[in-house]
Every structure is written in structure tokens, then in C-alpha cells.
């Protein structure tokens, strides 16, 4: 009965082992991550507006913003946090860098024709 034990436990025992072993093996061979590029980049601010914000602010559902000279932190704000009807746009939706040129454009955009 002895003997079943300790074949018990050496049997554990080496299990561990073999697991740890492998485990060590992953973590000591794994590469590190890079950084990924993004897939898509919007050209400029006006194409940001053209194919998101139009589609509202230039068909009277929401207010028209190009010719108002509304300020570019004030665009960024609502567009990040969004205001009454008006959703918030999230980073992995318009990222910093194209926000901050879609807020530039509209600040200094003509009326509407």
C-alpha cells in the first residue's frame, strides 16, 4: 500500500515538473509584442466629416457646424463625450490624431453651400 503511494506522488511530482518545464519553455521563448500600425487613417479632416459627420450635420438632423467658427477643443469635447442625440465617438472609432484634424476643419470650414 506503501508503494502505491509514492508511485502516486512521484507520478504528481513529475507531472509538475513536466508542466513547470513547459511553462518556463513558453515564457523564455515567447517574443515580444510589437506594436500594431493601425489599418486604416483617415486622409483629412474633411474626409472625416464627409463620411461621418454629414450624414447628420449637413441634412438638418443635427445643427450645422462648418461656418460657425466653433472652436476645436469644443468639437473635440463633444465628439468624445457626444450631447443630447449626438452619440460619443469612441477612440477605436475616430482616434486622436483624426479628431484633432476633423476639429480643425470644421472650426474653420465655410457654411454649408
Known amino acids: ?7 502516486r506522488h512521484s507520478a504528481r511530482f513529475i507531472l509538475a515538473a513536466v508542466v513547470a518545464i513547459g511553462i518556463a519553455a513558453r515564457v523564455a521563448g515567447a517574443a515580444p509584442e510589437e506594436a500594431t500600425q493601425p489599418g486604416f487613417a483617415w486622409k483629412d479632416g474633411a474626409e472625416v466629416y464627409a463620411k461621418v459627420c454629414a450624414f447628420c450635420h449637413d441634412t438638418a438632423v443635427g445643427p450645422t457646424l462648418r461656418g460657425r467658427g466653433l472652436d476645436p477643443t469644443y468639437i473635440q469635447l463633444i465628439v468624445r463625450h457626444g450631447n443630447r442625440a449626438m452619440p460619443a465617438f469612441r477612440a477605436s472609432e475616430i482616434d486622436d490624431q483624426s479628431l484633432e484634424k476633423l476639429a480643425e476643419y ?8
Open 106 to 113: 470644421v472650426s474653420k470650414a465655410e457654411a454649408n453651400k
Open 1 to 7: 500500500m506503501c508503494g502505491m503511494t509514492t508511485s
